[in-house]
Nanobody
Framework: QVQLVESGGGLVHPGGSLRLSCTAS????????IGWFRQAPGKAREGVSY???????YYISPVKGRFTISRANTENTVYLQMNSLKPGDTAVYYC??????????????WGQGTQVTVSS
């Protein structure tokens, strides 16, 4: 099964920054809506940010103004730049693709996830 690959997670202090990467080797990400999701321990997976094939972007309220999603087409990569990180951002972050829908069930090719921990 074709999967996306996430990277870039780590341990960071509150107020710090991380940049997550989502890549694929078997298809072009340009053709899909790419979503970043996160799942904290004991909580449901939630969508965090999306970028459509037309490069429209969406963010959930808690991350607006702090996170930026973007494409690097020549690298077949979608980035999630996360600034001003808070302990509440601690979670495993996943990326996935859809043909346009923004519901979680519209997304496929989930990666294995990358851990983001924000702690002092």
């Amino acid at each position: 099964q074709v999967q996306l690959v996430e990277s870039g997670g780590g341990l960071v202090h509150p107020g710090g920054s991380l940049r997550l990467s989502c890549t694929a080797s078997e298809f072009s990400l340009d053709d899909y809506t790419i979503g970043w999701f996160r799942q904290a321990p004991g909580k449901a997976r939630e969508g965090v940010s999306y970028i459509t094939s037309q490069n429209s972007t969406y963010y959930i309220s808690p991350v607006k103004g702090r996170f930026t999603i973007s494409r690097a087409n020549t690298e077949n990569t979608v980035y999630l730049q996360m600034n001003s990180l808070k302990p509440g951002d601690t979670a495993v972050y996943y990326c996935a693709k859809s043909l346009g829908g923004l519901r979680t069930l519209d997304f496929t090719s989930w990666g294995q996830g990358t851990q983001v921990t924000v702690s002092s």
